[in-house]
């Protein structure tokens, strides 16, 4: 057997400790969904979080990414993927790409995903990591996406990791009938839950999950003004 080279070396134990993440993580705590396992197993998470906490991206933790935003803990990611139902045909929208992991989950197992971030570092670099490692359903888009992206709409799923007062009513319009958002609800800097709205032929259904703490989503159908958030 050849000696593996010092970046093989790194690169397998990353692996090794996104296999224990996923384990020890996400199934110990009743996730089982085969492909949103699988997805998590499959995203690099350690090249989507800036240097300075390369070392703590397969922790049971968010992690800051800069300008105040954080990369979700990997249970809350998965939790939301399994609560948006993605399948291989689902058309999804996500508002806050932050560092584009969660954006990488959902395009392993969907057709297509929009992105939108209001903060352009973010968006340039989600939108970087996201090409290099050639994830080609995805795009990209800077804005408030508060108001949903309405020249590509209707989604079939549509997954906020920002928190809203309530559920931002553009995106409620940009649901395809049949589609589910997840969104946590809540104060910013408070106590949110994690709320999924189903759109069928007779209107929006709301269903709670778990409590869940999000930083604000800042925008026309969110927070409009919350103290210590820089503008985009
Ligand atoms: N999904 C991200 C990940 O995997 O790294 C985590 C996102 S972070 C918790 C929330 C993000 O929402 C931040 O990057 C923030 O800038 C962004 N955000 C807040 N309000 C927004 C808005 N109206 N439109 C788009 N992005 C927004």
Redesign the pocket.
Known sequence: MTPRGPQETLEHAQTERRHAMVEGQIERRGVHDPDVLSALRTVPRHL?VPTEVEDRAYDDA?LP?G?G????QPYI?ALMTVLAEVTLRSRVL??????????A?LAELADRVYT????RE?EER?RLILAKLGYHNVTTVL?????GLPEQAPFDRI?V??AAPSPPPPLLEQLAEGGRLVVPIGPAGGDQVLVVVTRTADGWHEVESIPCR?????????YRDVEGQEP?
């Open positions: 989507f968010a990414i300008f935003q954080t990369i979700s990611v996500e508002v806050g790409s932050g560092s584009g992991y969660q954006t989950i939108v971030e209001r903060r973010l989600a804005g408030d996406g508060s108001l997954v990791t920002a999000f930083v604000p989503l800042l925008g026309e159908s969110g985009p």
